[in-house]
C-alpha cells in the first residue's frame, strides 16, 4: 500500500506561481512512479505530469509544458509539482497518484488539493 498526502493547494491571481507537494509512504518511493493529474469541475480527471522511479524521465501535458515542473525528493519520498504562469484553465483539484514501476496504471491517489486560479 502507498499513503499520498498533497499540500500546497490555494487561491491564486492568474500569473502567480504554486508548488504542490505530496508525500508518500508505505513503499519504497524510488521504485515507484509518481504523477500529477486534475480534474476540473464538470470534467473528467486529466493527466498532467510524471516522472517515472528508475530513470527520472518526465512526460507532460501540452497544456502545461513550459510552465509546470515536476521533481522528486527520493531522501524525503516527496514529489514536487511547481506550478509558473498560472491561468484561469489551471483550476482544478490536483490529484497525486503513484504506482509500482511495472505496473500500467496509477493505482494509489491521495485526497486531492484545490487550486484556483483568479483572472
Known amino acids: 500500500q502507498v499513503q499520498l498526502v498533497e499540500s500546497g493547494g490555494g487561491l491564486v491571481q492568474a500569473g502567480d506561481s504554486l508548488r504542490l507537494s505530496c508525500a508518500a509512504s508505505?513503499?519504497?518511493?524510488?521504485?515507484?512512479?509518481m504523477g500529477w493529474f486534475r480534474q476540473a469541475s464538470g470534467k473528467e480527471r486529466e493527466f498532467v505530469v510524471d516522472i517515472l522511479g528508475r530513470a527520472g524521465r518526465t512526460y507532460y501535458a501540452d497544456s502545461v509544458k513550459g510552465r509546470f515542473t515536476i521533481s522528486r525528493d527520493n531522501a524525503k519520498n516527496t514529489v514536487y509539482l511547481q506550478m509558473n504562469s498560472l491561468k484561469p484553465e489551471d483550476t482544478a483539484v490536483y490529484y497525486c497518484?503513484?504506482?509500482?514501476?511495472?505496473?500500467?496504471?496509477?493505482?494509489?491517489w491521495g485526497q486531492g488539493t484545490q487550486v484556483t486560479v483568479s483572472s
Open positions: 497518484a503513484a504506482k509500482p514501476v511495472t505496473a500500467p496504471e496509477y493505482g494509489y
Open positions: 508505505g513503499r519504497i518511493f524510488s521504485i515507484l512512479d
